[in-house]
């Protein structure tokens, strides 16, 4: 049977965006910052309060503020080196840890953008995604600063 004209079957499309990715050393030991990222009290200290829990499958939410509250869901626990869950409903946000000494390399990548679709608020991929990458180059510093402290 022909796949080709099978919309399931196509890999990545034309429309597919390049995930945002942000890689910054942490002065702290990868304890503590898997404790910052995969713990609802260290999620909520730099990036949103949400009822996470970091187990597989656990859905919650992040209080995204003027934006109420996103639905996620974890799809990977893997500690202390890599946690991914899927953000609203095109998103997944993957935290990779690696162990430098007593410091971190930590690197965000946040996927799922497609220049064909919009957000549940209605405003294009493309144009959030820029918005976001700005973002997340501001909240990695406020990672950075609260497991530095």
């Not at 898997?34 to 009290?41: I, N």
């Not at 497609?114 to 493309?126: D, K, L």
Request: aromatic share 10%; with cysteine.
């Amino acid at each position: 049977m022909d796949q080709t004209n099978n919309p399931h079957h196509q890999t990545g499309g034309s429309g597919a965006l390049p995930d945002i990715r942000h890689t910054i050393m942490l002065n702290a030991p990868i304890s503590r910052v898997w404790e910052a990222v995969a713990t609802s009290e260290g999620i909520a200290a730099w990036f949103m309060p949400n009822d996470f829990q970091p187990v597989e499958g656990f859905e919650f939410h992040l209080n995204a503020g003027p934006f109420g509250n996103s639905p996620c869901k974890v799809t990977l626990v893997d500690p202390p080196h890599r946690l991914s869950f899927n953000w609203g409903k095109d998103w997944t946000l993957t935290f990779e840890l690696k162990e430098q000494g007593d410091r971190t390399e930590f690197t965000l990548i946040h996927g799922g953008w497609s220049a064909e679709q919009v957000t549940e608020f209605g405003e294009a991929h493309g144009l959030v995604r820029g918005r976001m990458d700005q973002g997340w180059a501001g909240l990695v510093q406020k990672l950075a600063a609260y497991v530095g402290a």
